[in-house]
C-alpha cells in the first residue's frame, strides 16, 4: 500500500523555481509526474538591468512573478536562499529580492521551498562546488534538451532549484532529517527492510 505522503510526492505537479538576483532573475517551470518524470516547462530570466532604481526592480520582480504563478500555475515554488557574502549592502539587496519573490507567490498561496546553493548544486551534479555550466549541462542531460543559450545561466539556476525541490520532495527520505531520519525511515517501511 502507497503511504499518503508519497502519493502527493507522486502525482503530477508543476514547479517554479527562481534563482533571485537584482540585475537577473533567473526563474524555470518544470512538469513532474512520478519520481523520475521531469518534463522543461519554460525557461528564462527577468532582466533588471534596465531599471535605475532598486525599488523599481522590486516592484518589476513582483509583478512578473505574478504573472509567472497566474500563467503556469504552479503547485509549489523553489526558491534559492540568499548566500552570505562580503558586501553587505549587495546581501541585503539580494535578500529584497528574494522576498518580493517569495511575498509574489505567497500572494497567490503557492507554498514556498527555499534551498542553499550548494544544496541545489549538490543535488543536480553531485558536488556542491559545481559552477553555473556544469548545472545546465547535467540539466541538459536530465531533461533530454539539446541546449541552452549562454545567457540563459541565470535562467538554469532557476531551473536547478525547480529541479532539487523534485528530488527532495520523490526521496525515499523526504520529510525526514537528523539523527532521528533512519530510525524514522525503518519505522514507516517496515516493508522495505530486509533482515
Not at 508543476?14 to 516547462?41: A, M, Q, R
Not at 509567472?68 to 539587496?93: C, H, R, W
Request: aromatic residues 8%; positive net charge; charged residues 25%.
Amino acid at each position: 500500500m502507497v503511504k499518503k505522503d508519497t502519493e502527493i510526492s507522486l502525482r503530477e505537479k508543476i514547479i517554479l523555481g527562481i534563482d533571485p538576483g537584482t540585475n537577473i532573475l533567473g526563474y524555470g517551470v518544470i512538469k513532474t509526474s512520478g519520481k523520475n518524470n521531469i518534463e522543461l516547462v519554460v525557461l528564462g530570466v527577468i532582466d533588471l538591468k534596465k531599471y535605475g532604481d532598486h525599488y523599481l526592480k522590486l516592484k518589476a520582480i513582483y509583478e512578473r512573478v505574478q504573472q509567472l504563478v497566474t500563467e503556469y500555475l504552479p503547485d509549489e515554488m523553489a526558491i534559492e536562499a540568499p548566500f552570505f557574502g562580503k558586501n553587505v549592502q549587495s546581501m541585503l539587496k539580494l535578500g529584497r529580492a528574494q522576498g518580493v519573490a517569495m511575498a509574489a507567490a505567497l500572494s497567490r498561496d503557492v507554498p514556498i521551498f527555499e534551498y542553499a546553493p550548494r544544496k541545489i548544486k549538490q543535488a543536480i551534479t553531485g558536488q556542491g562546488e559545481a559552477s553555473k555550466e556544469q548545472v545546465a549541462a547535467m540539466l541538459k542531460s536530465i531533461l533530454g534538451v539539446k541546449d541552452f543559450e549562454q545567457k540563459y545561466l541565470d535562467a538554469t539556476d532557476g531551473l536547478a532549484a525547480a529541479v532539487c525541490h523534485h528530488y527532495q520532495q520523490t526521496s525515499p527520505l523526504a520529510g525526514l532529517s537528523g539523527s532521528k531520519g533512519w530510525d524514522a525511515f525503518i519505522k514507516n517501511n517496515p516493508d522495505r527492510i530486509k533482515g
